[in-house]
């Protein structure tokens, strides 16, 4: 069964503490792995897609790396707008999966 | 650019009503694919539609149906309204028919349903 999971599923963290966020993935004919940020109440704003193992890409304190059965998103020294949903997204060509997300909270 | 734009934003519906939510896309997209997401939950993928058909669809009752017009603007229509379908349904919008290319999301229609 085509499945995503992303964890933890909250994560407390300092300002400039850097951390990672997983999401692991089981799908047949992965076509690709997007990454979204959800503020309360709004809808999910992208981030990063990824298509094949051992892409990497990096926008300012975010940097998004895909292996073959998950993918991490990386935060350095985050700062308190980053405090968010960050949803991991699957896609297989015949459906769209989206983990249940990690709720990320930087306190100053 | 509007970006991807949704109408309602709040909408309290009754048990067996019926409700319409609409989307215009971002500009250039001619692609709008639907989602439901319930508190706490990522979003589930309802319906995709391009030109003007609907192309892929995910595990949701025939209640659920949509159109899209010829400037790529879509329609969700949920029929026979249950309390579960309280949700925020969420309309994402990219180009080329595909999948899997990058969508932009709009900010959503909150349904509640009593």
């Known amino acids: 069964e085509d499945q995503v999971t992303q964890s933890p599923e909250a994560l407390r963290l300092q300002e400039g503490e850097s951390s990672s966020l997983n999401c692991s993935y089981t799908?047949?004919?992965?076509?690709?792995l997007f990454w979204y940020r959800q503020d309360p109440g709004k809808g999910p704003e992208f981030l990063f897609t990824?298509?094949?193992a051992g892409e990497e890409k990096e926008k300012e304190r975010l940097k998004a790396t895909l292996t073959k059965k998950e993918s991490f998103l990386h935060i350095t020294a985050p700062k308190p707008e980053d405090s968010a949903t960050y949803l991991c997204?699957?896609?297989?060509?015949?459906?769209?999966?989206f983990g249940t997300g990690t709720s990320l909270t930087v306190i100053p | 650019d509007a970006g991807v734009t949704q109408s309602p934003t709040h909408l309290i519906k009754t048990r067996g009503q019926q409700v319409t939510l609409r989307c215009s896309p971002k500009?250039?997209?001619?692609?709008v694919s639907w989602y439901q997401q319930a508190l706490g939950q990522g979003p589930q993928f309802i319906f995709q539609?391009?030109?003007?058909?609907?192309?892929q669809r995910g595990n949701f009752p025939d209640r659920f149906s949509g159109h899209q017009f010829p400037n790529y603007s879509s329609e969700l229509n949920v029929n026979a309204l249950l309390l579960g379908d309280s949700a925020l349904y969420l309309c994402?919008?990219?180009?080329?028919?595909?999948?899997?290319?990058?969508?932009?999301f709009g900010q959503g229609t909150r349904l509640t349903v009593v």
């Open positions: 990824l298509y094949s």
């Open positions: 994402a919008s990219s180009w080329e028919g595909q999948l899997n290319t990058e969508a932009f």
């Open positions: 500009s250039g997209h001619d692609t």
């Open positions: 799908v047949s004919g992965l076509r690709g």
């Open positions: 997204a699957v896609g297989t060509g015949n459906q769209f999966y």
């Open positions: 539609y391009y030109e003007e058909e609907e192309r």
